[in-house]
């Protein structure tokens, strides 16, 4: 079974930066595509970036562009880096892996991914 287990999610200030992890439970993380989802209270879920599954290249959303880095390891784990945060930023952001390799994997639409975790808050104070 398949799990997905965000971490590192808290409470800063405008400006600040936090790194959030994605724990994957699957045994070929090298063949899933890596996303990063927001959904902030009464909007819509929001793309934020998204990662080949072999780490060689990265798509992200232009309102994070500069701001924000996806990253992947070899121990099974995703991150987002986030840095110069706003208040606008606050969400709940939850990852998800997609079946496939190559930059072809890369999405920025919710349905194309196969697996999601359960999330974590990052709150922006101004």
């Known amino acids: 079974q398949v799990q997905l287990v965000e971490s590192g999610g808290g409470l800063v200030q405008t400006g600040a930066s936090l790194r959030l992890s994605c724990a994957a439970s699957?045994?070929?993380?090298?063949?899933?595509?890596m996303g990063w989802f927001r959904q902030a209270p009464g909007k819509e879920r929001e793309f934020v970036a998204s990662?080949?599954?072999?780490?060689?290249?990265a798509v992200s959303a232009d309102s994070v562009t500069g701001r924000f880095t996806i990253s992947r390891d070899a121990n099974n784990t995703a991150y987002l880096q986030m840095s110069s945060l706003k208040p606008e930023d606050t969400a709940v952001y939850s990852c998800a892996a997609r079946l496939g390799r190559g930059s072809y994997y890369l999405s920025d639409n919710f349905y194309d991914y196969d697996y999601w975790g359960q999330g974590t808050q990052v709150t922006v104070s101004s």
């Open positions: 990662i080949a599954a072999s780490g060689d290249t």
């Open positions: 699957i045994r070929t993380f090298n063949s899933y595509a």
